[in-house]
């Protein structure tokens, strides 16, 4: 596989060690480190900064240059000429699907939009205010008692069916979600629909009318949704690859990165971002809270701001930017107070020394919050939305890892505690 070696020389080792390094198509090449464990030593690496957990042919980031890829595709051709559905056959296949191929997907998917009766039951217990991700992540961990006597994971006829359940279904769940927390009835899903339009009609619309939805709104939604289909091994796609790896039931796992994609670090700085610019209050305080942003000894950061991997921009927040103006002209609110605050926030921050040397973007959750907001979305449920859109991709990267042979994950650490002492004496 290689002949290239990386040889590290250790303090008290009499022979250094050689280390394969293994090609990547694109990216840093990698340093197999598995070796080492037989040498007495792990490798230290906090935050996985520099760490490839896995082999993976789904989407590539380069963080420096801003680029993304789903298969190769840029997500900027992908966001214009595709849509959500066709980006997940995407990112499940490998290829582009054919006219015909795309139709039967979409099929599939939408034919398994309902969900199961105790799954709908189940949400309806939850109290009205709890938080949206808290009720998806039960349902969708629901999902896997619903589904797991007749599922056999190294089959993939089962993985392709659990496929078009999990995708089919994530909408309905965020819209259930949504008109339990609105003390409404649910509304069914309408195959007839497409994707986004769907999930707008399940949640804005009402039980026995027909929908009524705006392209434009249907076409913000179904931008948010394939923005957010995937990003390479994030925290909550790990989350899943290693909760996956034990071999537990999929809908279990995708529920692991619910769980994760929740933290405010991750997906849910969507929603801090409005609380932020609600906290912000008027263009007047903005000053102030740039100079908390930049206080080393205040913890408050300015939400919407940075990228562990991007540091140059965020190419889904170029594309969310003309989104987000095309939903805000439709909808009249172009001289939003809120939008007023997060363009004179941006702009100061674009420009701010601090922010241009860490290089610190705006990144999508900063517009797709407003956009989401101005759809008419409460705030604590724009991770839901974040959710299912990243449904496809934590699928996809658990059916790459399940599709070979794979390892359990199991990370070791620096251990610093005590060792061994005996229990006092009474
Ligand atoms: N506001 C002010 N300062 C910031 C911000 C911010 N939003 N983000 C990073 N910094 C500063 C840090 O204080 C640090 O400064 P220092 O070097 O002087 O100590 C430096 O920039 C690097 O920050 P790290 O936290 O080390 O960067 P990391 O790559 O680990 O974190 C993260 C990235 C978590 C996204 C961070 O930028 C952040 O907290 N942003 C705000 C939350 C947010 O928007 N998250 C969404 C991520 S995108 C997504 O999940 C889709």
Same mark, same amino acid.
């Given at each position: 596989m290689t002949d290239r070696k990386a040889r590290l020389s250790v303090d008290g080792l009499d022979a250094s060690i050689d280390l394969p390094i293994y090609p990547c198509s694109a990216g840093p090449d990698v340093i197999d480190v598995t070796s080492l464990t037989k040498k007495g030593f792990f490798t230290y690496d906090p935050g996985f900064m520099s760490t490839a957990a896995c082999e993976s042919k789904i989407t590539y980031i380069d963080g420096a240059k801003g680029v993304l890829l789903h298969r /190769?595709?840029?997500?900027?051709?992908?966001?214009?000429?595709?849509?959500?559905?066709?980006? =997940?056959?995407?990112?499940?296949?490998?290829?582009?699907?054919?006219?015909?191929?795309? !139709? $039967?997907?979409?099929?599939?998917? &939408?034919s398994h939009s309902q969900v199961d009766e105790s799954v709908a039951a189940l949400i309806k217990t939850f109290k009205q205010d709890a938080h949206p991700m808290a009720i998806m992540c039960s349902a969708v961990g629901a999902l896997?008692?619903?589904?797991?006597?007749?599922?056999?994971?190294? &089959?993939? !006829?089962d993985r392709l069916t659990t496929a078009y359940r999990l995708i089919g279904q994530m909408p309905t769940l965020a819209a259930m979600v949504h008109k339990h927390r609105q003390g409404e009835e649910f509304v069914a899903s309408d195959s007839s629909l497409g994707y986004a339009e769907n999930y707008l009609h399940m949640t804005f619309g009402k039980a026995g009318e027909a929908a009524k939805v705006s392209p434009v709104l249907a076409k913000a939604m179904e931008r948010i949704f394939l923005l957010h289909a995937d *990003? $390479?091994?994030?925290?909550?796609?790990?989350?899943?690859?290693?909760? #996956? %790896?034990?071999?537990?039931?999929?809908?279990?796992?995708? +529920?692991?990165?619910?769980?994760? @994609?929740? /933290?405010?670090? *991750?997906? /849910? +700085?969507? !929603?801090?971002?409005?609380?932020?610019?609600?906290?912000? /209050? %008027?263009?007047?305080n903005i000053d102030t809270y740039v100079a908390k942003a930049k206080d080393k000894s205040d913890p408050f950061r300015l939400m919407g701001f940075g990228h562990r991997v991007y540091k140059n921009f965020d190419p889904r927040a170029k594309?969310? &930017?003309?989104? =987000?103006?095309?939903?805000? %002209?439709?909808? #009249?609110?172009?001289?939003?107070?809120? @939008?007023?605050?997060?363009?004179?926030? $941006? &702009?100061?921050?674009?420009?701010d020394e601090y922010f241009i040397q860490k290089k610190l973007y705006p990144n999508v959750d900063f517009y797709s919050g407003i956009i989401m907001k101005a759809i008419g979305i409460p705030p604590?449920?724009?991770?839901?939305?974040?959710?299912?859109?990243?449904?496809?991709?934590?699928?996809? *990267?658990?059916?790459?890892?399940?599709s070979a042979p794979y390892k359990i994950g199991r990370p070791r650490q620096r251990y610093t505690g005590y060792t061994t002492r005996e229990y006092p004496s009474k």
């Open positions: /190769g595709y840029p997500i900027e051709q992908l966001a214009e000429h595709s849509d959500y559905l066709e980006t =997940c056959y995407l990112l499940l296949n490998g290829e582009l699907p054919s006219n015909e191929q795309r !139709e $039967e997907f979409s099929q599939a998917v &939408k896997a008692a619903v589904y797991h006597e007749t599922l056999d994971i190294t &089959k993939e !006829e *990003h $390479e091994q994030n925290a909550s796609t790990s989350t899943v690859r290693l909760s #996956g %790896s034990s071999g537990t039931n999929p809908f279990a796992a995708i +529920a692991a990165g619910i769980a994760t @994609l929740w /933290g405010p670090a *991750h997906g /849910g +700085a969507n !929603e801090a971002v409005l609380t932020m610019l609600q906290e912000i /209050g %008027s263009v007047d594309v969310m &930017k003309q989104t =987000c103006d095309e939903v805000l %002209s439709e909808l #009249g609110l172009a001289d939003d107070p809120l @939008l007023a605050i997060a363009t004179r926030l $941006e &702009k100061i921050a674009l420009e604590e449920a724009f991770t839901v939305i974040f959710a299912t859109g990243r449904a496809a991709g934590w699928y996809a *990267h658990w059916n790459e890892m399940v």
